[in-house]
Nanobody
Framework: QVQLVESGGGLVQAGGSLRLSCAAS????????MGWYRQAPGKQRELVAV???????NAADSVKGRFTISRDNAQNTVYLQMNSLKPEDTAVYYC??????????????????WGQGTQVTVSS
């Protein structure tokens, strides 16, 4: 099985910084894109940032210039550096990875895996 383990969430004041980490582990043949999503109370889950296996990134307009996504392919880890945090950034942040699990048959299927979520709270 494939698991994603998140860390780095917490409570910070507006203008502060936080760094989230997410490591994928288990029986993995290949990891494709990795990314971060967030969900605030009463709202739908939204994309924060995504990064391809080759390092191409995309981020929501609301976080551009403040958040930076990166990854370490050797350690199957994706990071989200969050600077200049605002109260509206408060949400549960979820790590996502598109993974082809290892297969004894030689047939591989890509599927999305999710972390359990980590709470980020920004006080005003």
């Amino acid at each position: 099985q494939v698991q994603l383990v998140e860390s780095g969430g917490g409570l910070v004041q507006a203008g502060g910084s936080l760094r989230l980490s997410c490591a994928a582990s288990g029986s993995i043949f290949r990891i494709n894109a990795m990314g971060w999503y967030r969900q605030a109370p009463g709202k739908q889950r939204e994309l924060v940032a995504v990064i391809s296996s080759s390092g191409i990134t995309n981020a929501a307009d609301s976080v551009k210039g403040r958040f930076t996504i990166s990854r370490d392919n050797a350690q199957n880890t994706v990071y989200l550096q969050m600077n200049s945090l605002k109260p509206e950034d408060t949400a549960v942040y979820y790590c996502n990875a598109n993974v082809a699990p290892s297969s004894y048959t030689g047939i591989y299927y890509n599927r999305d895996y999710w972390g359990q979520g980590t709470q980020v709270t920004v006080s005003s």
